[in-house]
Structures are given as structure tokens and as C-alpha cells.
């Protein structure tokens, strides 16, 4: 039972601070698409505006001389993205590098919000009124999955501009029908032109895996890391001060918060790891959009 | 869990602080840090022309010094070769000036010796006149009896 309430708090917990477009209409037939994740819109707006706060202070104060306090910080960590970028990509492309660097500053910034208590910014959104609040927003599919497809529409841009005939040919020509195509035999060639539909869907398959695996494995891992701290707050801390005063209470509390705050640490480098792991992808599908045509 | 306009929130969120974060802070950084970059190469290489140029004026100076210490020897050679010539030539002009001495007090010597015999010639001559207008008793005339009286000196003179 007490497996079921926890099972019912983290349920709750995950729930989004959803606004419809479609008020007028009974919930059971709204269009789930028409709705917007107030929560997610809130942080992700801030982190924006912080971010971009910070830029526009930083921006007078940069001096080319020798650089002192924030502008050392900021230029390694800009210094540390040009040098990636620069190591992976094959030509110069005035967006590649800022783009890395608004990945990776955003999504770590997104992710630090995870270090607030489990429930904390939900029972203070609950206090001030608002029914749900989900304060990492790279645990909503739908951030993750914009800037995949924002990396997925600049992938297939490239693509096109730089090498338009070699990508068709790649997009229906391979994997089979290539060399089917150059027999002599003419049933052979029949056949690589009746695979063509095939390796279109192949390469679909392909393509669309690159924006899905990019997205989902920052999603599930900051959901996970979410989840288990929600489990570890629901199995290991006590409800109430009667509970907290008994022996087993004080002993679980203190496990929970030793628990909590060890994995607290872990999924911090998580969520660095993971924003890493996100914009080196990045620079690499568009790497490989950028590699010249093999003949 | 659920894909919805949040989706085009997101999207609008991110592309927006990609373009303003490009330019509000990334192209100004790398700006300045090209400059930084740009400087210190420059200096380095200032550097590096002003280490090259010390060498090259170092060089210069030995060779400077080489050339100054090879000519200050050709002068000297040329000094003590022209010192030796004004030796060599104040030898030989006070060696001709001594014999041109030497030549003129022989000369003097002589014509000196000559006035003496002329002058002893004479007065030999006047002496061997008295004496034979003793001898003869007779008054000869000096003007008269000149040439008898020379060739008598003379030959006295020869005789002598």
C-alpha cells in the first residue's frame, strides 16, 4: 500500500504544469498537440534570459588585452568549444562553434536545475497555486527533441547545399542497389531498381535515428536521474516529525539525505556529461555533412 | 511525456539564444581573442626580428671591428714601411750633404792653397827680384822682366 502511495506522489510529481489552446473544448477530446508545458516554458525562458543577460553584461566588458576574473572562465570554455569543433570538422563554418557552445551552456544549465530538492519547486508551485512543476526542462521530451531537429534541419540543409547529388544517391542508391546498378546483366539491374524503395527506407530509418537517439538519450537519462530522486526521496524520507523522531525515522532520514545528495553530485556530472555528449554529436552529424563526396 | 507546441516553444527558445548568443557573445569574444592571438604573434615575431637583427648587428660589429683591426695594421705596416723610407732618405740626404760639405771645404782647401801658393808665388817672386837686383847690382824693371821673373818662380816652385 505504502509501495502504491509512493508509486502515486512520484506519478504526481512527474506530472507537467500544462496550459490547452483548446479551453473550450471537454478534456477528453482536446488534440494532446494543442497544449504547452508551462513549467518547461517558464525555466527554459529564464536559463534564455540568463544566459543571454549574462551576454549582454559580459559583452562591454570584453577586452582584447590580457583578460582578468569572468572573461577568463568564459574564454576557456568558449576556447574549449572552438578547439572541439576545430578537431572534428572538416572546413570552417562561422555557426558550427556558437552553436556548440549555446548546446552545451544551455543544456548544462538546464540540467543543473536538477540539483534542487526532488520536490521542492513542485510544493512551492502547488503553494503559489499552479497544479504541477517540473523544474529540469531537458527532462521534457519536447526540449530535447527541438534541438535535435533543430541539428537534424541544419544536417539535412548541408547535405543538400554541399553535396545535393551524392546525398540523393546515398539516400536511394545504398546500401543494395549501388552495385546492383553497375552489373551488366540487365535482371541484376532490374533488381537495383526495384531495391530502391528499400534502401530509401533504409536510409529514412538511418537519417531519422540521428535527431531520435540525440534527443532521447538526454530525455531518458535526466528523466531517469529524475526519477531515481524522486525514489530515493519517496522510499527513504520520512512524511512527518512523528516519524522523524522515532529511531528507524531519524536513520532513514539521514540515509535518504546522504543517498540524495551522493546522487545529487553524480547526476550533476550527468547532466555535464550528457550536455557534452550532446554537443559533440552535434558537431559530428554536422562534421559528416561536411565531409566532401566520396567518387 | 508527450510531444506537443511546447515542442515549437523549445524550438523558437533555442534558435533565438543560438543567433543572440552568436552575436552578443561569441562573435565579440573570438573577436578579441583573434586580436590577443593576432598581438602576441606580432610580438613574438618582433620578438624574434629584434633578436634576429641584435644578431645580425653583433655580426656586424665583429666584422667592423675585424676590418677596423686590419686596417688600423695596414697603417701601422704603412707607417713603419714610411718611417724606415724617411730613415732611409734623411740617411742619404745627410750623407750627401756631408760629402756636398765635405767636396766644399776640399774646394775651399784648394783654392785656398792655390791663393796661398799665388800669394807666395808673388812674394817669392818680389823676394828673387830684391835678391838678383842684389846679385846684378842692377835695378830690374818688375814690369819689364815679369815673365823672366814667373818662369824663375816656376820654376823654383817645380824645383821645390
Known sequence: MAAEEHSGGIAEHLQYWTYSFQQDIPVDERNPFMQIHVDTMLVTGFVACLILGFAFWFKSRIQAGVPTGVQNAVEALVGFVNDTVRDNFPVHNPIIAPLALTVFVFIFLCNFFDILPAYFLGHVAHALGAPAFRPVPTNDLNLPVAMALTVFAMVIYYELKLKPVHFMKDLLLQPFANLLLMSKNPVVKLLGVLLIPLNLVLKLIEEIAKPLSLSFRLFGNMFAGEVIFLLIASLLLVDNFADMASVGGAISEIMGLLVGLGWSFFHMFIGLLQAFIFMILTVVYLSIAHQPAEH | ?160
Open chain 2, 1 to 160: 511525456m508527450s510531444i506537443d507546441l511546447t515542442l515549437v516553444g523549445q524550438f523558437i527558445v533555442f534558435v533565438t539564444m543560438l543567433l543572440l548568443l552568436k552575436k552578443m557573445l561569441y562573435v565579440p569574444l573570438n573577436d578579441a581573442m583573434e586580436a590577443r592571438s593576432k598581438k602576441i604573434e606580432e610580438g613574438l615575431a618582433a620578438a624574434d626580428a629584434g633578436l634576429e637583427a641584435k644578431a645580425e648587428a653583433e655580426a656586424a660589429v665583429e666584422a667592423q671591428l675585424a676590418e677596423a683591426k686590419a686596417k688600423a695594421q695596414e697603417i701601422i705596416a704603412a707607417a713603419e714601411k714610411r718611417a724606415a723610407e724617411v730613415k732611409e732618405e734623411s740617411m742619404v740626404k745627410a750623407r750627401n750633404e756631408a760629402e756636398a760639405i765635405i767636396d766644399a771645404g776640399k774646394e775651399e782647401i784648394f783654392a785656398e792653397a792655390n791663393r796661398a801658393r799665388q800669394s807666395l808665388r808673388e812674394e817669392v817672386a818680389d823676394i828673387a827680384i830684391l835678391a838678383a837686383e842684389k846679385i846684378v847690382d842692377a835695378e830690374l824693371d818688375a814690369k819689364k822682366h815679369a815673365k823672366l821673373i814667373e818662369s824663375v818662380v816656376e820654376k823654383g816652385f817645380n824645383a821645390a
